[in-house]
Structure formats: structure tokens, C-alpha cells
């Protein structure tokens, strides 16, 4: 993969976050484009647009690791993201904060965040068609459509009791979706609009720590018993047939949700 990260390349900081700022993309009329990419370290793993320059930044990203972040894996203002395969893991704050808007799509995506070097308040995804913002005297709210905020066979999961928060202005357009997805939702959270919800998981019986290998190491395939095995669905794994460690996702009865498939260990492994 490519590599995008500080200079300390000790052992001791491989994991440790704010060693740079990290990558910014102002609003243009090109695509950039992040295929086989890991990005760690940084403040801001990949901020995608603006609040000062007119327009959208665009991004397309496949294979992606985005992880030791002290603020954020993703900050997104009013722009175009299109992800798959994508791992972002262990923010101080947000994992991806979709602000004012924009048109996003994140399809087998996992979002795991278990942030180590503070004690995290906030959830690890927000979805939002505003943005306020104060300059110390004054307080502005920027309000933008959102035209689609879709995950699709994904996971979005922490160690808050809540890890999804939506905000809007009725006055836009307010368009998100999850489908087929697993994420930790508090109980006040009403997951029975159908425009917003269909076929997720928000508890499962088992520990936290079973539904993937182990965080701690930062493994993020699935457990042997984690409520994410099979419970995808084939067409939205259809255009991305092989995970982020390259196994494929169509072997079995149904897709693994997020960017792992689990893979069994052959006797010889064993």
C-alpha cells in the first residue's frame, strides 16, 4: 500500500495519533482518487472540502486504512465521497463526520473506533446538513443538501452506548440511508423509518469484544461469532467481490458486513 504518515518509525509510535496534520482537498472539479492507501497518525486522516471555497471536493477510495486519528478518520464539508472497502479506526472524535451536506456513499466500510489516548464523547459517525461554526464573537449555522448519505453492508461500532448522530435544517434536503448494516445505537434511537433504516443490527447477545478478532491488536475481520458474518446483502457486495485483505466476499451464503470477510483457517494454518 501506499503510505501516508509521520517520520517516527519506531515501533513505539506506530500507533500514536497527532505526529502531522494530514491530508486536505480543496473544492475542485477533479477526482482524486485513494486506491490501496493507509493513512495514520494525523490529526485528520483525509479532510475533504471546505467551509471557506465554493464547490465540492470529490473523492473516490477502495482499499483504504484510515486509522490514529486524534480528531477525525474522515471530515467531509459538502463534498462527494465515494468509499469502499474502506477501514477507519480509533479517533479521538469522529470516525467520519459528514457535514453540511454533500453526496456520499460508503459501501463494506467498517468503522471501528476504540480510541485509546483520551476518553471519547462522541459517536463515531455524524450525518449533518448543517454546520456551525463561531469566530469567537459570533456563531454562524451554514446550512447545504444533503443529497444521499448511504452505507450499505457496513459496521459502524465503538465503545459508546451511541456511535451514529444525525443534525438538520428542514429547510434541505436531509437524504441518508443505512441498509444492511451493523451499529450501536442508543435505545432512545427509532430505527423503524424505513426511509432512514432497513435490516440493521444495533445489539447482539455476545460481547462487545466478539465481533471482531480483536481491537486491541487491531483486527477488525470478524469473530467467529460475530452477528456480521453473512448477514450482507450479494448485490451490494457484487461490485466489490474481494475485501481489504483480498478474500472473496461471494464464496459462501451471503457477504460479511463490513471491509473483512471472515476466512476460516485451513488445517495447515491451524
Known amino acids: 500500500p501506499i503510505l501516508f504518515s509521520g517520520d517516527r518509525l519506531e515501533e513505539l509510535y506506530s500507533d500514536v495519533p497527532d505526529q502531522w496534520y494530514g491530508i486536505l482537498l480543496f473544492p475542485n472539479e477533479n477526482l482524486s482518487v485513494f486506491e490501496n492507501v493507509e493513512i495514520k497518525n494525523a490529526t485528520v486522516g483525509l479532510q475533504v472540502g ?101 452505507w450499505r453492508n457496513s459496521i459502524i461500532w465503538g465503545d459508546q452506548v451511541n456511535e451514529l448522530s444525525t443534525g438538520f435544517s428542514e429547510s434541505k434536503q436531509f437524504n441518508f440511508l443505512l441498509d444492511h448494516c451493523l451499529v450501536r445505537l442508543a ?55 474481494f475485501d481489504l485483505n483480498d478474500v472473496s466476499r461471494l464464496n459462501d451464503l451471503a457477504p460479511d458486513l463490513g471491509a473483512y470477510e471472515r476466512k476460516e483457517k485451513t488445517a495447515e494454518e491451524e
Open 50 to 150: 471546505t467551509l471557506e471555497y465554493e464547490g465540492a471536493a470529490r473523492v473516490k477510495m477502495h482499499n483504504v486504512k484510515i486509522q490514529h486519528m486524534s480528531y477525525a478518520g474522515i471530515l467531509a464539508i459538502k463534498s462527494i465521497i465515494e468509499a469502499t472497502n474502506t477501514l477507519i479506526a480509533n479517533c479521538g472524535f469522529y470516525g467520519a463526520a459528514l457535514l453540511l451536506g454533500g453526496d456520499y456513499d460508503f459501501n463494506h466500510c467498517t468503522v471501528a473506533n476504540f480510541y485509546r489516548y483520551a476518553s471519547r464523547q462522541t459517536p463515531s459517525v455524524v450525518i449533518s446538513n448543517i454546520l456551525v461554526n463561531s469566530d469567537g464573537k459570533y456563531q454562524y449555522v451554514y446550512e447545504n443538501d444533503l443529497i444521499r448519505a448511504n
Open 187 to 241: 435505545d432512545t434511537i427509532d430505527v423503524s423509518d424505513e426511509a432512514h433504516f432497513r435490516n440493521i443490527i444495533t445489539k447482539f447477545e455476545t460481547e462487545d469484544s466478539l465481533l471482531f478478532v480483536d481491537e486491541r491488536e487491531y483486527k477488525f475481520m470478524p469473530d467467529t461469532l460475530s452477528p456480521a458474518i453473512d448477514a450482507g446483502l450479494r448485490e451490494y457486495a457484487n461490485p466489490v467481490p
